[in-house]
């Protein structure tokens, strides 16, 4: 399970738009060429926001199970600039059924890497999922 996607200078702009985050060093090239990365770089958020499952084919299948997301953190270890391909992918580290049986919270890994295959974030979420009836 994962998603793949291309950062563009328009998606940086929606990004900063939707947020209020306008900081230059994500659209300015003049500014963001006197930083330690030369270039427009992407919002941290930006990135974190690609690893939603929400935001992959997996979506769809989960619809009538999701119930919330629980927990998120990232770490990032590199910068991710306009055009990059990302890839998001997914590991299950563990599920647990709750107390009321209901339900299970199920711990994921998340990656963002680019083409290179440079891992650029890397995070944990957890959902909740209703369980099929026994």
């Known amino acids: 399970m994962g998603s793949e996607k291309a950062l563009t200078v328009d998606l940086f702009k929606g990004f900063a738009e939707l947020t209020g985050d ?3 060093i994500h659209y300015d090239a003049a500014y963001a060429g006197k930083t330690r990365f030369g270039r427009p ?10 690893t939603a499952v929400g935001a992959t084919e997996l979506s769809a299948r989960l ?9 998120q953190r990232s770490e990032f270890l590199k910068p991710a600039f306009v055009g990059d ?24 890994m998340v990656r ?14 957890v959902y909740l999922l209703r369980c099929r009836p026994a």
Request: proline residues 2%.
């Open 85 to 108: 391909r990302l890839r998001t992918s997914y590991e299950v580290l563990s599920n647990a059924v709750t107390k009321s049986g209901t339900t299970a919270r199920v711990e994921l």
């Open 112 to 125: 963002v890497a680019n083409a290179q295959g440079d891992t650029l974030l890397e995070g944990r979420h």
């Open 22 to 24: 306008r900081h230059p």
């Open 63 to 71: 619809e009538a199970a999701m119930v919330a997301l629980v927990s």
């Open 41 to 50: 770089v992407a919002h941290g958020l930006l990135l974190m926001a690609m």
